[in-house]
């Protein structure tokens, strides 16, 4: 492992702790998961940490992590403008890294229902693209009027899809860029199943190889060389966010 990704490690044993301390159940999904079930730990290249919960333990995730995460060593944050919260390890000078987009974070991604039905399903899935291209507008920098006017397109599209889901529904979805990867039944995450992670252990989805087969197809074969990359985004307007609420 490298030093960041000893960081991360250090970084996801003090999130577990906490939300097991709260009896809040949470999956490594993504490449955290993949790299569980096929290296027994990270996947030597990656360069983050994906955890996700579902939407409506996500009140008891923020108020947890916000409060019982060291404030000297972590900050919790609570987007603005973006999908779902992170958790960012403090570094000497954090103010300049996460301007820079440097500091070391931890992803939570929010497990969203979804409609299972027809035209509700169809709807919603339309609806789900809206949300990401309104999402991708909020990338454009140095434009505080444009955040303003856009930011409220994914908020009303997620409304609009709360509204559309059937009575019953087990689908799921994860907003996020690879949307089209996470549209799951609930009972595909199940009970979680601990797996070694490394020097410790983490919770993955209870039918873990249904779910790395649709994302990954062959995932326990690694990729060529060149396309072997971590994560290719940053947490939007985190910085922004820590200046305005410190």
């Known amino acids: 492992m490298n030093a960041l990704q000893q960081e991360l490690l250090s970084m996801y044993k003090d999130i577990k702790q906490v939300l097991e301390s709260e009896g809040i159940g949470f999956y490594g ?14 996947v030597p290249w990656d360069d983050d940490i994906d955890l996700g919960v579902f939407e409506e333990d996500l009140p008891k995730v923020n108020d947890a992590l916000s409060k019982k995460l060291d404030p000297s060593r972590y900050y919790y944050h609570i987007p603005s403008a973006d999908t779902h919260p992170h958790v960012f ?26 409609p299972s039905k027809g035209i509700r399903k169809g709807l919603s899935r339309f609806n789900v693209r809206l949300y990401m291209l309104g999402m991708s507008l909020t990338y454009i920098p140095n434009s505080n009027v444009g ?8 908020k009303a599209v997620k409304k609009f899809n709360k509204i ?7 689908e799921t979805v994860l907003y996020e ?25 983490i919770p993955i989805p209870e039918r873990w190889d249904e779910m790395l ?28 966010d820590f200046i305005r609420n410190r």
């Open 164 to 170: 559309l889901v059937n009575k019953g529904s087990e």
């Open 29 to 42: 999904i993504y490449g955290t998961a993949l790299g569980a079930v096929r290296e027994n730990g990270m």
């Open 147 to 154: 955040q303003v006017l856009v930011r409220w397109i994914p």
């Open 89 to 114: 390890k403090r570094t000497e000078d954090f103010e300049q890294d996460l301007k820079d987009k440097k500091a070391p974070f931890i992803d939570i991604f929010v497990i969203e229902r979804f």
């Open 213 to 240: 087969t649709s994302m990954y197809g062959d995932y326990m074969t690694p990729p060529p060389e060149d396309k072997r990359s971590g994560a290719t985004g940053y947490p939007h307007r985190a910085y922004q």
């Open 177 to 201: 860029e690879d949307y089209r990867k996470t549209f799951h039944s609930r009972s595909i995450y199940g009970t979680p199943v601990m797996h070694a992670f490394e020097d410790t252990e």
